[in-house]
């Protein structure tokens, strides 16, 4: 199966003199584009995020509907289109201690937990006796 290690964005924005956090998933253009005419939908239950098609209006209790947010960057003369999920950060702040990696084949976003690198660093280390 391929896998895409997608990141986590977490910019912070000020209305009303209060700070709010905005969460986004980061995804590769190469893969959006395929994506564009799903609908990335969460699935906070199984930590996953399932693409719809658009026109698809069925929906369980538990979903959340999420949005697209494309923005353009200039480098060299040249723009370039980058590509976001939008999640709120009420369900997102269950979810950030999750790594999202798209599988593109079945269309999903499966969030697992962290790999602790020191941890197994340190478990790799011979023991003093």
């Not at 209060?18 to 005419?37: G, Q």
């Not at 719809?52 to 538990?62: F, L, R, V």
Request: net charge positive.
């Amino acid at each position: 199966m391929v896998e895409i290690k997608l990141r986590w964005r977490i910019k912070y924005t000020k209305k009303y003199g209060k700070t709010y956090p905005v969460c986004y998933i980061s995804v590769p253009s190469r893969s959006a584009i395929f994506l564009l005419d799903h609908e990335p939908v969460l699935d906070p239950t199984n930590k996953v995020i399932i693409f719809k098609p658009k026109q698809s209006d069925t929906k369980q209790n538990n979903e959340v509907r999420l949005k697209w947010r494309i923005k353009h960057t200039k480098k060299d003369a040249k723009i370039y289109p980058l590509y976001y999920i939008s999640v709120p950060y009420r369900s997102a702040i269950f979810l950030l201690d999750h790594e999202p990696v798209l599988d593109p084949v079945n269309k999903v976003i499966i969030f697992k937990p962290k790999q602790n690198t020191q941890q197994n660093s340190t478990q790799n280390q011979p023991q003093s006796q």
